[in-house]
C-alpha cells in the first residue's frame, strides 16, 4: 500500500480538547485554512464511485471494494479526525463545503457537523436533507440534524421520513426524529474518538501474532477488555454494520440460535458496531422498533430477551482500525460503513484468524465460524469474494 503523508492539525478554538489524558494546545486563528487543507485532500482523491446509496468498485462495477489495501476509507477517516480536533470554528467553513459540487465534501461536512453538534448549521443541514441529489449526503444530513437536536428540526426530519424516495433516508429520518424528541445527544466521548484516533495504530492484527489488546463498552456502559480472557477462552469478534442491514441482524438470529454450542466450545463471542451508543442500542432492540423494509416481524422482543452476548460500542471505529476493519471503507444502504469482519482470538491471546469483507456479504456465516471453531482449521475465503490481486492470503488465515 502506498504511503499516505498527511498534516498534522491541531485542534483550535476551545480552550483546550481533553482526550484520554491528551491536551491539544489550540490557538485562535486561521481555522477557514485548515479547514480549506482538509477538504482539499478529500477533493484531491479519487473515490471508488457510488451510486443509489452503495459503493461500486471502480474495476468490477460490482458491489463493495475488492482491494482490501484501498486507501478510501483512510483519506475519509483522516478527514473527520482532523476537522474535529479543529473543532467548532471550523463550522463556517464546513457550512459553506455544504453546497460544495463535491458529495464526498458535502458528507463529511455534514457529518462533522452533527457530531461536534454545531446548531448554527441546522437550516444549512436541513436543506440538504430537502434538495440534495445525493442519497448519501441526505442520509448523512439527517443523522446530523438528530444530533443537534434542535427542537425546530422535527418538521424537516418529519418531511423526510414522509416523502424522501430513499428507505434509506427515511429510515436515518425515523431515528433522528427519535432521539431528539427523547434528548438523546452525541455521548461526551463520540467527538474524542475521532479526535484521538492515530494512524499508527491502525492494521496492526496479524495472524500468529498477539492480538492488540483494547477495551469497549458495550450498550449498558460495562466495559470489556479483550486481557481480561487470557488463559480462559477464546474471543470471536464480529463487526457489523448496523441495524439498518437485514445480513446482521440473520447473523444475529444465528447467535441466538447457536447459543448452546458456543457455550460447548467455550468462546466468548462480542458483536462490534462503529457506531455512538444510541445507533448501537437500536440495533439490539432496546430503543425504538424501527419500521424495516426487510422485515415485517418485530426484533425487538427477540433480542430484549434472547441477546446473551455483549454488544460493544467501538466509537470512530478506533478499534475497528487497529484490526483491519477499516471504518468508513464503503457505502452501504447511503451510509460510509466499516468492512464486515470476523476476528477469532485463541485463549493465549493470539489472533488465529482474521478476515475483512470485500462487500456487505463477505465474511464467514456463523454456522461457518461455528465451524472453524470446532476443527481449529482456521481457513475460509468466501466464494462471491470480490477478486483483487493484492488480496493474495488477505483472508489472514493459519
Not at 19 to 25: E, H, I, N
Not at 308 to 320: I, N, Q
Not at 374 to 393: D, I, M, Q, V
Request: glycine share 6%; hydrophobic share 45%; charged share 25%.
Amino acid at each position: 500500500m502506498k504511503t499516505l503523508h498527511w498534516l498534522v492539525l491541531l485542534p483550535i478554538g476551545l480552550a483546550s480538547l481533553h482526550l484520554g489524558g491528551m491536551s491539544f494546545a489550540q490557538s485562535a486563528g486561521g481555522s477557514d485554512d485548515r479547514v480549506d487543507i482538509v477538504l482539499a485532500r478529500l477533493r484531491a482523491h479519487a473515490f471508488h464511485p457510488v451510486r443509489e446509496g452503495m459503493t461500486f468498485d471502480r474495476t468490477l462495477d460490482q458491489r463493495g471494494v475488492a482491494n482490501l489495501a484501498d486507501d478510501d476509507w483512510r483519506v475519509r477517516t483522516l478527514a473527520v479526525r482532523d476537522l474535529i480536533r479543529l473543532g467548532p470554528p471550523s463550522a463556517p467553513a464546513l457550512i459553506r463545503a455544504l453546497n460544495d459540487p463535491n458529495p464526498h465534501l458535502r458528507q463529511v461536512s455534514a457529518m462533522v457537523l452533527g457530531i461536534l453538534q454545531i446548531a448554527a448549521s441546522a437550516a444549512p443541514l436541513a436543506a440538504r436533507l430537502e434538495s440534495d441529489d445525493d442519497w448519501v449526503v441526505r442520509s448523512q444530513a439527517a443523522v446530523a440534524l438528530g444530533q443537534i437536536g434542535e427542537a425546530s428540526l422535527l418538521l424537516a426530519l418529519k418531511k423526510g421520513l414522509a416523502s424522501d424516495p430513499s428507505r434509506d433516508v427515511q429510515h436515518q429520518c425515523e431515528l433522528a426524529i427519535y432521539a431528539l424528541e427523547r434528548g438523546i445527544h452525541p455521548s461526551p466521548e463520540f467527538a474524542a474518538a475521532y479526535a484521538a484516533l492515530d494512524e499508527s495504530r491502525f492494521d496492526q492484527v496479524r495472524v500468529g501474532a498477539t492480538a492488540p489488546d483494547f477495551a469497549l463498552p458495550d450498550t449498558e456502559g460495562r466495559v470489556w477488555r479483550l486481557a481480561d480472557f487470557r488463559g480462559k477462552s477464546d474471543v470471536l469478534l464480529i463487526w457489523v454494520f448496523a441495524d439498518w442491514c437485514p445480513v446482521c441482524h440473520h447473523e444475529f438470529h444465528d447467535l441466538i440460535a447457536l447459543k448452546d454450542e458456543f457455550a460447548r466450545q467455550g468462546v466468548q463471542v462480542f458483536t462490534i458496531e462503529c457506531h455512538d451508543t444510541f445507533p448501537a442500542r437500536v440495533m439490539v432492540g432496546k430503543e425504538l422498533e424501527p419500521h424495516y423494509w426487510f422485515s415485517k416481524s418485530s426484533f425487538k422482543k427477540d433480542y430484549t430477551e434472547k441477546i446473551w452476548w455483549p454488544h460493544l460500542v467501538d466509537r470512530a471505529g478506533a478499534v475497528g482500525a487497529t484490526y483491519g476493519v477499516q471504518p468508513m471503507a464503503f457505502v452501504v444502504h447511503s451510509e460510509w460503513i466499516n468492512r464486515p469482519a470476523t476476528v477469532i482470538v485463541d485463549k493465549d491471546g493470539v489472533v488465529r484468524f482474521a478476515y475483512a469483507g470485500t462487500f456487505w456479504g463477505d465474511r464467514p456465516s456463523i454456522k461457518e465460524t461455528i465451524d472453524l471453531l470446532r476443527s481449529r482449521h482456521f481457513a475460509y475465503t468466501n466464494p462471491k469474494r470480490l477478486p483483487h490481486p493484492a488480496n493474495a492470503g488477505s483472508a489472514r488465515r493459519e
